[in-house]
């Protein structure tokens, strides 16, 4: 949206189906974009596959999807500036974090981000390269915390929370990421970004903060901390 407000030209790549594509622009398949004579000037990855409660799954689509769909793209459209969607997973923490931060993902999702960069950095001339906390915002994954929690809402009236809720999780609205990603876009030096939110949040404050925008919802403690 941002790039045709701009006036820009924009194409997409859909996976298997084109339902619940929104945006007015012209989308092909991985195949024919391949085979599409167009010199694209700037290519946002964005799509990847995350296996929500499984970080270790090794099915193969986590690898195709997340490191043979990058390499793909970069030796097809070696000219373009690669503007790539990664993720905070490639640190073994998420807290007290910056780009320059060792990289020590402790599980497989987060060594696919770590190898799609490295890609990146090696094959492409012009990039921006964006570690992203948890999106949230319409059309978001029903698997995280947050969406749990407003689903939990929605047909319980009760939010169920483990021990004190004191896990912290930084979340970042989509379209914010993507206005940090279309900007970065412009910029000619590489660059590693942080794509977060200024500060973090615990289980209990996201519960309390989604508690106050329903009527009589009610939040249940478990022992277990999750």
Same mark, same amino acid.
């Given at each position: 949206?941002?790039?045709?407000?701009?006036?820009?030209?924009?194409?997409?790549?859909?996976?298997?189906?084109?339902?619940?594509?929104?945006?007015?622009?012209?989308?092909?398949?991985?195949?024919?974009?391949?085979?599409?004579?167009i010199?694209?000037?700037?290519?946002?990855?964005?799509?990847?596959?995350?296996?929500?409660?499984?970080w270790?799954?090794?099915?193969?689509?986590?690898?195709?999807?997340?490191?043979?769909?990058?390499?793909?793209?970069?030796?097809?459209?070696?000219?373009?500036?690669?503007?790539?969607?990664?993720s905070?997973?490639?640190?073994?923490?998420?807290?007290?974090?910056?780009?320059?931060?060792?990289?020590?993902?402790?599980?497989?999702?987060?060594?696919?981000?770590?190898?799609?960069?490295?890609?990146?950095?090696?094959?492409?001339?012009?990039?921006?390269?964006?570690r992203?906390?948890s999106?949230?915002?319409?059309?978001?994954?029903?698997?995280?915390?947050?969406?749990?929690?407003?689903?939990?809402?929605?047909?319980?009236?009760?939010?169920?929370?483990?021990?004190?809720?004191? @896990?912290?999780?930084?979340?970042?609205?989509?379209?914010?990421?993507?206005?940090?990603?279309?900007?970065?876009?412009?910029?000619?030096?590489? @660059?590693?970004?942080?794509?977060?939110?200024?500060?973090?949040f615990?289980?209990?404050?996201?519960?309390?903060?989604?508690?106050?925008?329903?009527?009589?919802?009610?939040?249940?403690?478990?022992?277990?901390?999750?």
């Amino acid at each position: 949206t941002l790039h045709l407000q701009n006036k820009d030209i924009v194409y997409g790549i859909y996976h298997q189906s084109k339902h619940n594509l929104q945006a007015p622009i012209s989308y092909f398949s991985l195949n024919e974009c391949l085979e599409q004579n167009i010199q694209y000037h700037k290519i946002y990855l964005i799509g990847s596959y995350i296996p929500w409660g499984e970080w270790n799954s090794v099915e193969t689509k986590v690898w195709d999807s997340n490191v043979v769909l990058v390499d793909k793209l970069l030796n097809a459209f070696s000219n373009a500036k690669f503007v790539f969607a990664s993720s905070i997973s490639v640190y073994e923490s998420s807290l007290h974090i910056d780009e320059k931060s060792s990289l020590a993902c402790n599980n497989i999702y987060g060594a696919t981000k770590v190898i799609a960069e490295k890609l990146i950095t090696q094959k492409s001339d012009s990039y921006a390269i964006h570690r992203i906390s948890s999106l949230f915002g319409e059309g978001m994954s029903s698997a995280p915390f947050l969406a749990q929690v407003i689903q939990q809402c929605l047909t319980k009236k009760e939010i169920t929370l483990y021990g004190k809720a004191t @896990r912290l999780q930084n979340y970042i609205h989509v379209k914010d990421a993507a206005q940090m990603m279309f900007l970065s876009s412009f910029h000619d030096e590489n @660059r590693i970004y942080l794509t977060t939110f200024n500060e973090s949040f615990s289980n209990k404050q996201v519960a309390e903060t989604v508690q106050k925008c329903f009527n009589d919802v009610q939040i249940k403690y478990i022992k277990e901390d999750n």
